[in-house]
C-alpha cells in the first residue's frame, strides 16, 4: 500500500489536504459511527497508507461538514481499536501495524426478510400475580442507570461487595424500617437477584442434606426446588383460611427429632391462595420454631400492594431478640417489573457472613449499576411515588374484576372468590371441581392461557386457579371477563 497507489493529495509529514469523504445525514447509523467506518474503508483500500498522517480534527470536521466532537470520537474509537495513533505534538496517523480483524468496519449483514405467516391472535396469559411492567418508571430507572454507570467507569471501582452496593443496602434498611417496621442495619442487609434468587442463596448457604423444611401446602414451588436444590428435605403443611396450619407443622415438627431445619411462610398474602396468617397462629409458629431450634423464612414478596385496612407487620418486624432466628426476604421486582432482578435478605449478622461468603463464591456480586440506580430512586422518593401510584391503580383493577365476577350470573355461579386485601392476584376457587380442566381447554382456544390451581400442589389437585389481574389495562381484564363467560355458557349448556 504504497504511496503511488493514493490519490489523496498530500501535504508535509504525507498528510492528506483533504478528504473526500461523504456522510449521510438521514442514516440511521450515527455520524461518528460512519466516519470511522469511512475512514477504516480507506485504510483498507489503500488511499490512507501506514503511517499517513490525517489532517487535524477542526479540518477534517469542516472537510467533511460535521462538528468536530463526532470526528473526535470517531478517531479515539480507531485509536482503541488500533486503526490509528495518536503521537504526542504531531497529531494522529495511521498505525503502522494495522489490526488483522477489520473491527471498525464490520456492520452486521442484514437478515433475509422473514417469510410472512398467519398466525392467529396472540394469547392472553394471565399471570400469578405480576406487576404491570408499562407503568414503571424504567426512564427514570434507565436515567439512573446511565448516571450509575458513568460513576462507577470514573472511579475504576473493580468488584464490589458480594452482600451488594453498600449504598443501596444503606437506603434499603432505612426504607424497612420506616415502612415495614423492621430494626435493621446495612449489615443485615444482602441484596440478591430477585427473591427467588434470595431463596437459593439461602438455601446454599444455610441447608445441608438431611436437613427439612417447611412449606405451605398449595404453596410456592419454586421455593420447594430451591430447598431440595441444596440437599434438604420438603415436608408440606397444609393452608386453610386462617394461613399455615401450625397444630399439623407441631405434629410434623415432633415426628422429625429435631431435623426440622427452617419453616417457609408467605404471612402477609399467602401465595397463591392470598390469605393472612391469623396472629395466633403467628405466635404459634414462633414458639414451634423455639422449641425445635428452627428458622422462620418470611417470603414478604408483595408487601407494598396492601388495599384495606392496616397491613400485618412482618415476622421479622415483632420477632424478640431471644426468639427463633428469622431470615426476612422481599422484592424489589414487584414494584418495578420482573425483569428487575432485585431483591434482599435481612438477617442476623451470623447468617449475613454465611450468605456473603456462598454469593463470593457463585458470582462473586450482583449487579452494581442497577444497584446503585436503585437507591438513587429510593432516594428520590421515585420508588415511593410508583408504589403510590401502583396501589391506587390496582386496587381499582381489582375491584373492577371483582365486580365483573359479581355481575355476570354466568360467572357468579361458576366462581367463588374472597376479596383479597392486598396483592396482585385473585384465587378463585370453582364450583364444580370436575370442571377446571374443560375451563382450560375452551380457554385456550379463545386465546387465553390459565394456569391449574394444581401447579401450586405438591399432590393431588385444586378445584382452583389464579389469577393475576395487576398486569391488565381494565379493557383486557373486560375481554378476560368476556371470554371466561362464553367458555363456563358452553360448559353449562352442555351440562344442562
Known amino acids: 500500500m504504497g504511496g503511488a497507489r493514493t490519490n489523496i493529495p498530500r501535504g508535509p509529514d504525507r498528510r492528506p489536504w483533504r478528504f473526500d469523504l461523504a456522510l449521510d445525514p438521514t442514516a440511521a447509523v450515527p455520524r461518528q459511527t460512519q466516519l470511522a467506518r469511512a475512514l477504516v474503508a480507506e485504510i483498507q483500500r489503500g488511499r490512507l497508507a501506514p503511517g499517513a498522517f490525517l489532517p487535524g480534527s477542526r479540518t477534517l470536521a469542516a472537510q467533511v461538514g ?8 470517531a478517531v479515539d474509537e480507531l485509536v482503541a481499536q488500533g486503526w490509528l495513533e495518536a503521537l504526542p505534538a504531531r497529531g494522529v496517523r495511521v ?6 480483524s477489520p473491527v471498525g468496519d464490520v456492520q452486521a449483514r442484514r437478515a433475509e426478510a422473514p417469510r410472512i405467516v398467519e398466525r392467529g391472535p396472540a394469547p392472553l396469559r394471565i399471570g400469578d400475580g405480576v406487576p404491570d411492567a408499562r407503568i414503571a418508571p424504567v426512564d427514570a430507572l434507565a436515567r439512573a442507570q446511565r448516571r450509575a454507570l458513568r460513576a462507577h467507569v470514573r472511579t475504576g471501582q473493580g468488584y464490589g461487595d458480594p452482600a451488594g452496593d453498600p449504598v443501596l443496602r444503606e437506603v434499603l434498611a432505612g426504607f424497612v424500617n420506616q415502612a415495614r417496621g423492621l430494626s435493621c442495619s446495612r449489615d443485615e442487609v444482602v441484596l440478591t437477584s ?4 434470595a431463596l437459593s442463596l439461602f438455601a446454599l448457604a444455610m441447608l445441608k442434606p438431611g436437613d427439612v423444611v417447611a412449606v405451605e401446602h398449595p404453596g410456592y414451588a419454586p421455593a420447594w426446588r430451591a430447598f431440595e436444590l441444596a440437599g434438604a428435605a420438603v415436608v408440606h403443611v397444609d393452608v386453610d383460611a386462617h394461613g399455615l396450619r401450625t397444630d399439623l407443622l407441631e405434629a410434623a415438627a415432633r415426628k422429625l427429632r429435631g431435623r426440622l431445619k427452617a419453616v417457609y411462610v408467605t404471612p402477609h398474602h399467602q401465595y397463591p391462595t392470598t390469605v393472612a396468617l391469623a396472629p395466633e397462629r403467628r405466635m404459634h409458629l414462633r414458639r414451634i420454631c423455639e422449641q ?10 408483595d408487601y407494598e400492594y ?31 417489573a420482573p425483569a428487575v432482578r432485585l431483591g434482599y435478605v435481612i438477617a442476623a449478622p451470623a447468617t449475613v457472613a454465611r450468605l456473603r461468603a456462598t454469593r463470593e463464591s457463585l458470582d462473586r456480586q450482583g449487579d452494581v449499576v442497577l444497584e446503585r440506580a436503585v437507591a438513587e430512586l429510593i432516594e428520590d422518593g421515585e420508588l415511593q411515588r410508583h408504589a403510590r401510584r401502583a396501589r391506587q391503580i390496582y386496587v381499582q383493577r381489582r375491584d373492577l374484576l371483582l365486580q365483573r365476577f359479581a355481575a355476570s350470573p354466568t360467572l357468579a355461579a361458576s366462581f367463588a372468590c374472597e376479596r383479597p386485601s392486598g ?74
Open 292 to 301: 425445635y431450634g428452627a428458622i422462620v423464612v418470611e417470603d414478604d414478596y
Open 423 to 496: 396483592g396482585l392476584a385473585l384465587w378463585v376457587r370453582m364450583h364444580s371441581p370436575g370442571a377446571v380442566d374443560q375451563l382450560l381447554t375452551r380457554a385456550r382456544r379463545e386465546h387465553l392461557e390459565l394456569a391449574p390451581g394444581s401447579v401450586h400442589l405438591a399432590r393431588g389437585e385444586v378445584a382452583a386457579f389464579r389469577l393475576g389481574f395487576a398486569a391488565h389495562a381494565p379493557a383486557e381484564l373486560t375481554a378476560i371477563c368476556e371470554i371466561l363467560e362464553r367458555c363456563l355458557s358452553r360448559r353449562l349448556r352442555t351440562a344442562r
Open 95 to 100: 498505525a503502522m501495524n494495522l489490526p488483522r
Open 306 to 336: 396492601h388495599f384495606d385496612g392496616t397491613p400485618l407487620l412482618p415476622l421479622s418486624a415483632t420477632a424478640a431478640p431471644d426468639g427463633p432466628p428469622c431470615v426476612y426476604v422481599a422484592s424489589l421486582s414487584k414494584l418495578l
Open 194 to 197: 430477585g427473591s427467588q434468587g
Open 66 to 73: 460535521v462538528n468536530r466532537k463526532v470526528v473526535v470520537a
